[in-house]
């Protein structure tokens, strides 16, 4: 029998497998490389070079910088962006970050291996792999992330390279604070300066914890995790990144449980054009920049122009954000109280054609008419829209859907309503308006400008662009002048009757006699310039300028830095031209500047991003009066808050206002004590108030009226300047004078060293009458 022997089976053989396992190996890593060599190439894509990477550049808006360091607002077309360095975060705030987004963010040097690793497995299933040096990356140099698959991994890989770059281009710390200043948070907030600021109201340093979390959670997608929008999804965001920060040892657990029961507490403060602390000055700033950056020897090195909106300027201005607010308080605290008077006042059953008053219906359709052809809407129609006036006219009758201004509970507000453009037109003219101005006389810097009483709907800046009848605040030129050519003292005394000044005299083509505000009764006796002033009496005025004529006082208002049209005919001397506010501070500072005229200073020195000073203002004065004259002139003012129209200021003088309304209109009584120089205006049918007042370091101008001069109030009353504008004045001073930080003078005007002209008019004789405050002006008359 034959033997069989058991074949034996071979063992397996894998070698060829683990060749093709370390060749395809071999191959992916060999086939990686080669795509992060061509990306680095520039193969798959334009590659930023060293200077781009070394040169990050984003939009960075021109800062504007009040004289006290606050930041009064931005100029930027999309981004609102100012750049903060690494100290100016909070180490809470990068530990918010690292936690959440990339906790070996320390160790690596670009790329997460463990992440990528993790991410590939898992197939993102326990998070990203994406660093912060990535993210970086991603948002300086991708453009916008690819939809197709594909395409979004070639700029995956870029991305990569880029990171690896930025990681020997920048430390670790200016890594995270690039970071932080190109992120865009939504509602204008781009970087952590501007979302810090807009939706807590912070500067960055000053962010809590759980504001640190929120904002960190961001990160993830604003667009979704918007704190406006979605804040029960950003209150769960934030709670994650407050978990990450437990995970990682940077907060205790009883931290944690904490601030996650609690609300987000966001406090939007929202940063635009139109919002904000001194709108009105930040627009005219503007155009003051956009003049600047034309001037060739403005330009930058390379000879081009710079961009206000997006270069990163910092605009140091002399306003002060403390008194600029008390400014803005003021008009917001005494503007809808003497609105409610004037709406009072307006009722249909009292006014048939209010807003207007004294105008047949034929010349309130022509204003009307001639407004709509002023228009922002006919503007726009005509020449954007190429729509013709047929189509203009008729769309001014259709009913729109709009958002107005109106005062609600003494609050500036907005209402939605349906209303045609024809009747808003007339809606906005019923408002009252105002325009304010604050200088330090010897600087002449500007410390508070209020163009109007909100921006967003009454664009039309009453400061330096708007121009109105001046009335009495004109007469204190005409003394000066009577002073500085005839040596005239306060206490000189003149004949108290009317006086006329004959036909083809000083460019007259009839005789003038203007009337003082009492009629036949208001004349006789005997009254000294002080008391004239004070109580605003014309005929006395007119005896003034016919002695010194009307040229030499309007070269006085020239050096005084008054530039508008004036016609040199004797009655400027009771306010006929239309002035600015800005000029009138201007003109009346020199008083309180000891006859130094001191042209008004907004912006001290503009730098660039870099803080290489681009600009540094020179001041321009000039000598127009004797330290004597102006100093004569100021004494003859403090008469007018002593006895006269001012007198309100103190709390004395009968008042003309009902009990009721004493101090819901006006805020009176003001009771002031120390020295104050001023003067008040009205003019024609009470179209204008106005009241300049003085302290010796700080001079400050108001106007109150209506858009147009038929819409006024109908008596004195309330039309006067003492009632219109001192308020606001009374107001702002108040608040000043409460902050001592601001050191606001409560001294006497400095007397010169030599003084001929007699002051004291109490040495010679004292005065014996205190007239009616009301006896301010000359309502009946074409200007008083």
């Known amino acids: 029998m034959m033997t069989t022997k058991k074949k034996k089976t071979a063992a397996p053989d894998f070698s060829k497998y683990i060749r093709w396992f370390w060749m395809f190996f071999s191959g992916a890593i060999l086939s990686v490389g080669l795509i992060f060599l061509a990306a680095?190439?520039?193969?798959?894509?334009?590659?930023?070079?060293?200077?781009?990477?070394?040169?990050?550049?984003?939009?960075?808006?021109?800062?504007?910088?009040?004289?006290?360091?606050?930041?009064?607002?931005?100029f930027y077309f999309n981004d609102n962006r100012t750049p903060v360095g690494f100290d100016d975060l909070p180490q809470h705030l990068v530990d918010a970050l690292i936690a959440t987004e990339d906790a070996r963010f320390r160790n690596h040097s670009g790329v997460d291996a463990r992440g990528t690793l993790r991410a590939a497995v898992f197939l993102g299933g326990r998070g990203g792999a994406s660093t912060i040096s990535q993210q970086l990356a991603k948002l300086f140099f991708?453009?916008?992330?690819?939809?197709?698959?594909?395409?979004?991994?070639?700029?995956?890989?870029?991305?990569?390279?880029?990171?690896?770059?930025?990681?020997?281009?920048?430390?670790?710390?200016?890594?995270?604070?690039?970071?932080?200043?190109?992120?865009?948070?939504?509602?204008?907030?781009?970087?952590?300066?501007?979302?810090?600021?807009?939706?807590?109201?912070?500067?960055?340093?000053?962010?809590?914890?759980?504001?640190?979390?929120?904002?960190?959670?961001?990160?993830?997608?604003?667009?979704?995790?918007?704190?406006?929008?979605?804040?029960?999804?950003?209150?769960?965001?934030?709670?994650?990144?407050?978990?990450?920060?437990?995970?990682?040892?940077?907060?205790?657990?009883?931290?944690?449980?904490?601030?996650?029961?609690?609300?987000?507490?966001?406090?939007?403060?929202?940063?635009?054009?139109?919002?904000g602390l001194a709108t009105y000055f930040r627009e005219y700033l503007r155009s003051f920049m956009k003049d600047w950056a034309e001037k060739e020897e403005n330009r930058k090195p390379d000879g081009s122009k710079y961009n206000i909106n997006s270069d990163g300027l910092k605009v140091y201005t002399t306003i002060d954000s403390r008194m600029q607010k008390y400014a803005e308080e003021a008009v917001q605290q005494h503007m809808p109280r003497l609105q409610a008077e004037f709406f009072h006042q307006n009722t249909p059953k009292r006014n048939p054609t209010a807003p207007f008053l004294e105008l047949t219906r034929g010349a309130i359709d022509t204003l009307m008419r001639n407004s709509m052809r002023q228009s922002e809407r006919w503007r726009h129609m005509k020449y954007d829209l190429k729509k013709s006036d047929k189509e203009i006219k008729e769309s001014f009758q259709k009913p729109t859907k709009m958002t107005v201004f109106e005062w609600k509970d003494g609050v500036a507000s907005e209402v939605d309503t349906v209303m045609k453009p024809w009747d808003s037109m007339r809606y906005y003219k019923s408002f009252l308006r105002t325009g304010m101005m604050s200088m330090d006389p010897h600087t002449g810097h500007v410390k508070a400008w209020v163009g109007g009483m909100n921006y967003r709907h009454f664009q039309y800046d009453m400061v330096k662009q708007g121009k109105r009848q001046i009335g009495s605040t004109f007469k204190p030129l005409v003394y000066t002048a009577a002073i500085d050519q005839l040596h005239y003292s306060p206490c000189d005394e003149f004949p108290d009757t009317p006086y006329c000044i004959e036909k083809m005299k000083h460019g007259n083509m009839e005789e003038w006699c203007p009337r003082n505000s009492g009629g036949e009764d208001d004349y006789g006796g005997t009254r000294t310039l002080q008391n004239a002033l004070a109580n605003s009496v014309n005929t006395i005025t007119a005896r003034l300028i016919d002695k010194v004529g009307p040229q030499p006082v309007v070269d006085l208002a020239r050096k005084l830095g008054i530039e508008s049209d004036m016609l040199a005919t004797p009655a400027i001397a009771l306010g006929t031209a239309d002035i600015s506010v800005y000029e009138m501070v201007g003109a009346y500072s020199t008083f309180a500047n000891k006859g130094v005229y001191t042209k008004p200073v907004m912006v001290t020195t503009i730098e660039d991003k870099n803080g290489t000073v681009l600009y540094q203002f020179k001041p321009e004065t000039r000598d127009v009066l004797s330290e004597e004259t102006a100093y004569v002139t100021v004494k003859l003012m403090e008469g007018v808050t002593q006895y006269g129209s001012g007198a309100r200021l103190r709390g004395k003088g009968r008042d003309a206002y009902r009990v009721d309304y004493r101090e819901v209109v006006t805020g009176y009584p003001y009771e002031f004590e120390n020295p104050i120089a001023g003067k008040t205006g009205t003019t024609q049918n009470q179209s204008d108030g106005w009241f300049m007042g003085m302290v010796p370091n700080l001079v400050t101008g108001v106007w109150v009226g209506a858009e147009d001069r038929a819409a006024h109030f109908k008596d004195i009353t309330y039309g006067q300047g003492a009632a219109m504008a001192l308020p606001i004045w009374g107001l702002y001073m108040k608040s000043c004078y409460a902050d001592e930080t601001l050191n606001v003078s409560k001294e006497e005007f400095e007397e010169p060293e030599e003084l001929s002209i007699e002051v004291d008019c109490s040495k010679i004789k004292k005065e014996a009458t205190i007239e009616d405050e009301l006896e301010e002006e000359t309502p009946d008359l074409d200007f008083g």
């Open 40 to 74: 680095s190439w520039g193969w798959l894509g334009e590659m930023p070079d060293h200077t781009q990477l070394e040169n990050l550049k984003s939009n960075l808006a021109t800062e504007i910088i009040s004289s006290d360091g606050q930041t009064l607002g931005k």
């Open 142 to 275: 991708t453009k916008k992330a690819s939809g197709n698959i594909v395409k979004r991994m070639i700029q995956k890989v870029k991305e990569w390279v880029i990171a690896t770059r930025l990681e020997r281009q920048y430390t670790k710390e200016e890594i995270i604070v690039q970071y932080f200043n190109k992120y865009d948070f939504l509602n204008n907030a781009d970087g952590i300066r501007s979302a810090a600021r807009i939706y807590f109201g912070k500067e960055p340093k000053e962010l809590s914890l759980k504001e640190s979390a929120m904002l960190v959670g961001m990160f993830k997608n604003s667009a979704l995790y918007n704190p406006l929008r979605n804040p029960i999804g950003v209150k769960n965001r934030r709670n994650v990144v407050l978990g990450q920060m437990y995970k990682y040892e940077y907060i205790t657990e009883a931290v944690k449980d904490s601030l996650q029961e609690t609300e987000l507490d966001v406090k939007y403060t929202p940063e635009s054009h139109r919002e």
